[in-house]
């Protein structure tokens, strides 16, 4: 696929007198020295053909179609001096020769595409200014108040303030369109993988490397600012070494078709998303391709084959082949949670497929789908999916896909929706298509799994509402509550997690169980529980106890059972065996390090009893701090108040003094006075009779 853009619309810029004879020679070609450049820096162009001739350039913001700058300068250099209030956004400078009559080159090589990344200093200021032009008196000079450009270099137009940074960053995929530039030819285009004779070297710095004419991402540029979203940008070779970049941002935007990722581009983002930065990948086909950047950034190396690669036998880990594949094998799905290798294309004329495909909701009840009015089994985003998909290996409970982790997608990946395309083999790759959202350490990573997201935005009021609910939470403009939901509204009135199985026992009196996951999981019936108002497990053996089911009923009795989802009637016939008594009005239990702790509201009391002499009594150790429910997580223990508070304190027994609950540094669920709480490898748990279940995945210790 071949790289092509036109100039902007409008007439030629005034003051340029057109005199002359028309040029002869090669045709007019241009390339920058770098793919990106700060506001109020300089950035370098080179040009060749048209020998002599005076060449206009026009800059234009290709996000609003703006036009910034028009110059008349000479080749073969000319650097611009990138105002410092000039929005950070991605340009397009288009040269041309007066009189040219002859057709520019295939690849529109005489623009040149770069991202103004925002500076990251200084103080906000309003932006809009009028665009630079030049005057009719004095053609080849650029008026700006105060100051004045010529045509070798434009100049700064005096000092300015410029925007303050947005929560926001938008990459724009330049290692991709540069990829397929000249794609098919012979030693100049890295495709395609099967031609012998394919490059495996290219070079930023020389003509071409636009969009190509599909135009994958301008959907979402487009839609931005319309929508009122105040976006920074920047080229993904910035991503590359860019942990600093990155640290000024709350959500970092991967659109359209980013194919080709350096390993240190890769461990910039993932290293953002561990520390509590977001990802949302409006995009698919991402990272397929790993490459290396030579030259100081100025070349993409890519072989697409371990045989030839020399890196192979010096460090297997940059070797340029599917991120996926030998000897690299680091699936992209970890940072991006899908892969193409599960995905769907769909080539050539079959393309026309794409508007007939849409997405299935799974979730309806998740955040992302707020606003929507989606229910589950729904189709919406008709004609969103293509020409690539992402997508993960599944298995399905009762209609809920799950995400299985074989392929290297997290653990915590939540599917929101799926689309059955295995049809498309008919017009190329026949798979799926995934849309998720899962945690990446401290951070969130949303991944809408096509490359052609963008393209319905303006006119599908749901894709719109989808994307406003991405970008504000993740953005921070619409903080979550901390919980999200994993499940539909049920009658749970009692909650523990042992073995990667959720317990939960019901108002009806049955035992029920569900895999423990962020997924809208179905429960699933295994035994009864009669009067069972809290449930515990130990996280790990202790004392030489086994893992085992603790119940607290109504009625005051202390229950044990195996901690396993189905049935387990003993000698008299009962699940359940008696071991003790629990506090008269107990409604939360938890277990740490062999010892039982519970909670009584009515009198605001932790109590505690050694779980290796059960016959003993139990011990006062202090007030409840409002708990009407605990859990052990972390060797700590963790409640939840009745007025929806998060507490938590260590698990201290009766020798070690008194130890006071204190506010987490996470907000309870939403408050309910029945609520229920459990944890599980590092994630809590909650629910009440009537809630969802809902999850947090990132509970915080109190400030310090």
């Known amino acids: 696929m071949t790289a092509q853009s036109t100039p902007a619309d409008g007439p030629p810029p005034t003051g340029i007198p057109p005199t002359g004879t028309p040029p002869t ?3 007019l070609r241009a390339w920058a020295d770098r793919t990106s450049c700060v506001q109020g820096g300089d950035l370098a162009f080179h040009l060749t053909g048209a020998a002599g001739a005076a060449v206009r350039v026009r800059i234009t913001d ?5 036009t910034r700058l028009t110059a008349t300068v000479h080749a073969p250099d000319w650097t611009l001096a990138v105002p410092e209030e000039w929005p950070s956004s991605l340009y397009r400078a288009t040269f041309d020769v007066p009189l040219e009559n002859r057709p520019t080159t295939d690849e529109a090589e005489h623009e040149v595409w770069f991202a103004v990344r925002a500076a990251l200093t200084g103080t906000a200021a309003p932006t809009g200014k009028a665009p630079l032009t030049e005057t009719a008196a004095n053609p080849g000079k650029t008026a700006h108040p105060g100051k004045a450009a010529h045509s070798g ?19 724009i995929p330049f290692a991709t369109w540069r990829a397929y530039t000249h794609a098919g030819q012979p030693h100049r285009g890295l495709y395609y993988s099967e031609q012998p004779y394919r490059a495996a070297r290219v070079s930023f710095a020389s003509p071409g490397g636009g969009p190509p004419p599909e135009r994958w991402e301008e959907g979402l540029l487009r839609w931005l600012p319309d929508a009122g979203y105040q976006v ?7 991503l590359h070494n860019g942990d600093e970049l990155l640290s ?9 078709h980013d194919e080709y990722w350096s390993m240190e581009m890769r461990d910039s983002v993932e290293n953002f998303a561990r520390r509590g930065g977001n990802v949302a990948f409006f995009a698919a086909n991402t990272a397929w391709w790993q490459m290396r950047l030579e030259d100081d950034g100025r070349t993409m190396v890519c072989h697409r084959d371990a045989v030839t690669d020399p890196m192979t036998a010096i ?6 082949v599917e991120w996926s594949s030998a000897p690299v094998e680091r699936p992209e799905n970890s940072m991006t949670g899908l892969s193409f290798r599960r995905g769907a294309g769909a080539w050539g004329e079959g393309m026309a497929v794409m508007g007939k495909e849409a997405y299935t909701v799974r979730f309806a009840d998740h955040w992302a789908f707020a606003g929507t009015g989606l229910t589950d089994g729904e189709p919406f985003a008709r004609g969103a999916l293509g020409y690539e998909t992402d997508a993960c290996a599944l298995e399905w409970t009762d209609g809920v896909p799950r995400a299985t982790g074989v392929d290297g997608t997290p653990g915590s990946f939540v599917v929101l929706a799926t689309a059955d395309l295995r049809h498309w083999r008919e017009y190329g790759q026949g798979g799926a298509a995934t849309m998720g959202v899962f945690r990446l350490g401290a951070g969130t990573v949303f991944n809408a799994g096509t490359i052609n997201w963008g393209s319905v935005l303006a006119d599908d009021p749901v894709a719109d509402r989808i994307t406003r609910n991405v970008l504000d939470r993740l953005s921070g403009a619409a903080p979550g509550e901390g919980w999200d939901t994993a499940g539909t509204p049920d009658g749970v009135r009692a909650l523990a997690a042992c073995e990667s199985v959720l317990f939960g026992a019901d108002t009806r009196g049955r035992l029920l169980c569900r895999e423990v996951s962020g997924q809208n999981l179905p429960w699933r019936p295994v035994g009864s529980a009669p009067g069972v108002r809290a449930l515990a497990s130990a996280r790990e053996a202790a004392g030489g106890l086994p893992l085992e089911l603790y119940a607290a009923t109504e009625d005051g009795r202390l229950l044990r059972r195996d901690p396993v989802p189905t049935p387990v009637p003993g000698a008299d016939g009962e699940e359940w065996t008696q071991v003790g008594q629990v506090p008269p009005g107990t409604t939360g239990l938890a277990l740490c390090d062999a010892g039982i702790f519970a909670v009584t509201p009515h009198d605001d009391t932790l109590h505690y009893l050694s779980a290796l002499a059960l016959d003993e009594p139990w011990q006062v150790l202090g007030d409840a701090g409002g708990a009407i429910a605990l859990t052990t997580l972390s060797c700590r223990l963790w409640a939840v108040t009745a007025d929806g508070r998060l507490r938590t304190r260590l698990p201290a027994g009766p020798s070690d003094g008194p130890v006071a609950f204190a506010d987490a540094g996470t907000p309870g669920p939403p408050p309910h006075p029945r609520t229920t709480l459990a944890a599980h490898a590092g994630v809590l748990y909650a629910t009440a009779p009537g809630a969802p279940l809902r999850v947090c995945g990132g509970p915080a210790l109190p400030s310090r």
Do not use: F, M, W
């Not at 290709?62 to 703006?66: L, M, P």
């Not at 270099?153 to 990459?171: D, E, M, N, Q």
């Not at 460090?315 to 340029?320: L, Q």
């Open 153 to 171: 270099k434009a100049a700064h137009p005096g000092k300015a303030t410029h925007p303050a940074p947005s929560r926001i960053l938008v990459s």
């Open 315 to 320: 460090d297997p880990r940059r070797t340029t």
């Open 25 to 27: 020679g090669d045709p």
């Open 62 to 66: 290709a996000v609003s179609e703006q």
């Open 248 to 256: 000024h941002y709350r959500l970092l935007v991967v659109n359209g």
């Open 232 to 238: 920074d940008y920047c080229s993904g070779l910035d």
